[in-house]
């Protein structure tokens, strides 16, 4: 499959293996990224391939928008460029109910939701899961996780935005309450799926050629 705005060939990937043995911070779609100034460039994206998570794999069309939009050069600050990307790609109402399930947790709520709607409709840059002090839509109290996370990931997921969340409370910015949310996400990951990444001594890919390792990668 290739994307005709760019002419790259598009890949579907296991997100949950690249999560667990490379990039805890892999999302939904990205490209090749080198860019020192980047959060977490994706050195590792061969330059002609655009990555898609396999379980957003009918979503593609939708995705590559938000991946090729052209963003003005005037918009520097993050919340400004995503009321950019919201602005010229969300569709009017009304929302479609997207909701699936609800679940209490203590003090809070998770809630599985659709994400491809509320991608569409309501936040382009929305991913696997958020709360109320990052997306500003998501009701006070509520968890949101996408329905199409890998059962497996859902726990490593919600821990995330629980740890993020309880930092953002404390009156942490966003950027360091999320370094706390990965710290502790990719410590539950290690302890309780084996999960290892560069840097660890027993690192389960050191040594594989980077062709080797993209094969585990790749889902076709």
Not at 44 to 58: A, G, L, N, R
Not at 100 to 115: F, L, N, P, S, W
């Amino acid at each position: 499959m290739i994307d005709p705005t760019t002419n790259k060939t598009i890949r579907f990937v296991d997100g949950f293996k690249i999560r667990n043995m490379l990039d805890d911070d892999f999302g939904i779609i990205h490209g090749f990224s080198d860019t020192i100034s980047h959060y977490v460039p994706k050195f590792y994206i061969p330059k002609d391939e655009v990555w898609i998570d396999h379980t957003h794999k009918d979503e593609p069309n939708f995705l590559l928008k938000v991946e090729n939009l052209s963003i003005p050069s005037m918009l520097t600050i993050y919340s400004e460029i995503r009321s950019y990307i919201k602005k010229e790609l969300c569709l009017p109402p009304p929302v479609p109910d997207f909701v699936q399930a609800r679940k209490q947790k203590e003090d809070m709520v998770i809630v599985t939701i659709e994400g491809d709607i509320v991608r569409k409709y309501l936040d382009p840059e929305f991913i696997l899961g958020g709360h109320a002090l990052v997306y500003d839509y998501i009701p006070p109290g509520e968890i949101w996780l996408e329905r199409k996370i890998n059962p497996e990931e859902i726990s490593y997921i919600l821990l995330h935005e629980e740890v993020e969340l309880a930092h953002m409370k404390e009156g942490k910015k966003y950027e360091i309450a999320h370094e706390y949310a990965t710290v502790a996400d990719k410590e539950q990951r290690r302890l309780a799926y084996g999960a290892s990444y560069p840097g660890d001594d027993a690192y389960l890919w050191r040594g594989l050629h980077t062709d080797d390792i993209l094969k585990q990668l790749y889902v076709n």
